[in-house]
């Protein structure tokens, strides 16, 4: 079956622009998250979706940064007023919870990524 | 922030050699251990998890957990140099909400 998909796949932007990413996750996966790495850093968390509802929100970098699910499906992650130090690649992961599995045991599967650049 | 500690590496082994790829945490509450590799310019794709001590094989693949030293270990076997890529190291559990929290990862060069 089709896997995560995020678009777009680059983004330049200028400095102080408003812009939206988009994850499309496996579907029937109701977990979905967002994450961010910037160049030779690790993977920061910024936010998970359970359903439509967003339990943590404990990673987001700033009040500039905010997110949304609809239909408990597609996710948007909205950049406000861009800086130079948002640049970085997004991505996106689903998951399910195995069934009989121990919560925190579903498997994230990746999306290929946003690469944000803001000159 | 609960950590997860990857040697960066690069870690070179010939073609055909044992990789061995170590990885530390510090949060005794962490129940799921997973490794992804991440080829340059791509995105983490799983390779493995492992929930319980001990040794889990997939293929040629093996991971170790052992959540008393708090410690979990990547073996390749019979490396190729397609498996030269980032290996990271990510754990989760109720302490980080499940979502999950990666090492910096180790670099992996296998030579022909």
């Known amino acids: 079956g089709a896997g995560v998909s995020q678009s777009p796949s680059n983004k330049v932007t200028e400095k102080g622009k408003d812009v939206e990413l988009r994850c499309d996750p496996i579907?029937?996966?109701?977990?979905l998250y967002w994450y961010r790495q910037s160049l030779g850093q690790g993977l920061e968390f910024l936010i998970y979706?359970?359903?439509?509802?967003?339990?943590?929100k404990s990673g987001l970098p700033s009040d500039r940064f905010s997110a949304e699910r609809t239909g408990g499906s597609v996710s948007t992650l909205t950049i406000q007023r861009t800086q130079q130090e948002d640049s970085a690649v997004y991505l996106c992961?689903?998951?399910?919870?195995?069934?009989?599995?121990?919560?925190?045991?579903?498997?994230?599967?990746f999306g290929p990524g946003t690469r944000l650049t803001v000159l | 922030q609960k950590e997860v500690e990857q040697n960066s590496g690069p870690l070179s082994v010939p073609e055909g050699a044992i990789a061995s790829l170590n990885c530390t945490y510090s949060?005794?509450?962490?129940?799921?251990f997973f490794w992804y590799r991440q080829y340059s310019g791509k995105s983490p794709e799983l390779i493995m998890f492992?929930?319980?001590?001990g040794d889990k094989e997939d293929g040629r693949f093996t991971a170790q957990l052992n959540k008393a030293s708090q410690y979990v270990s990547l073996l390749i076997r019979d490396s190729q140099p397609s498996d030269s890529a980032t290996y990271l190291c990510a754990v989760t559990g109720p302490n980080s909400g499940y979502a999950l929290n990666f090492g910096k990862g180790t670099s992996l060069l296998v030579t022909p």
């Open positions: 949060d005794r509450g962490s129940q799921s």
């Open positions: 579907s029937g996966h109701t977990a």
């Open positions: 992961a689903s998951s399910t919870p195995i069934s009989g599995g121990a919560v925190g045991t579903d498997t994230q599967y």
């Open positions: 979706f359970q359903g439509n509802s967003a339990p943590d």
């Open positions: 492992i929930y319980s001590n």
